[in-house]
């Protein structure tokens, strides 16, 4: 059994796909838009071309995605997503380009338990970690 991660972007799903891969890499292998739902069951019309359902990877870990649906309500709170990365510089990098229109909760330096850690929330309101391990 698998726990996966199901983030919900508000319409703005594909946005954020195109985002992770430039930033993360993530490669998205399989995407349904709401015109592929069968007939009367597409949901409005101008979301037909919204994201229904993604299935996305970032490098071993795999995770959902979704527009959602209109007026549903986005609240991404309660969790972040974190990333190890093997070492400070790549850290770094990371943790620089997902702040990128978003908000630095807490910047990325050397803490008592990594040589690098950072907080942040990215553009689309998903909150990160970014941890290098002390070695």
């Known amino acids: 059994m698998q726990v996966q ?3 919900f972007f508000a319409g703005r ?8 891969h430039d930033v993360l ?3 998205t292998g399989y995407l349904m838009r709401f015109s592929d739902a069968p007939e009367g069951q597409q949901g409005e019309a101008e979301w037909h071309d919204k994201v ?3 299935n996305v990877t970032i490098g071993q870990t795999q995770l959902m995605a979704s527009d959602g649906m209109p007026g549903q309500p986005v609240a991404m709170s309660g ?18 380009a997902l702040s990128r229109g978003g908000e630095i909760q807490m910047p990325f330096g050397p803490t008592f338990w990594a040589q690098g850690f950072g907080m942040l ?15």
């Open 121 to 135: 929330r990215d553009q689309f309101g998903v909150p990160w970690m970014v941890n290098v391990e002390r070695g």
């Open 79 to 96: 969790f972040s997503l974190s990333l190890s990365p093997d070492t400070v510089d790549e850290g770094r990098r990371l943790f620089t």
């Open 5 to 7: 991660n199901y983030l």
């Open 13 to 20: 799903c594909e946005e954020a796909l195109a985002f992770y």
């Open 52 to 54: 229904m359902h993604a």
């Open 25 to 27: 890499g993530a490669q």
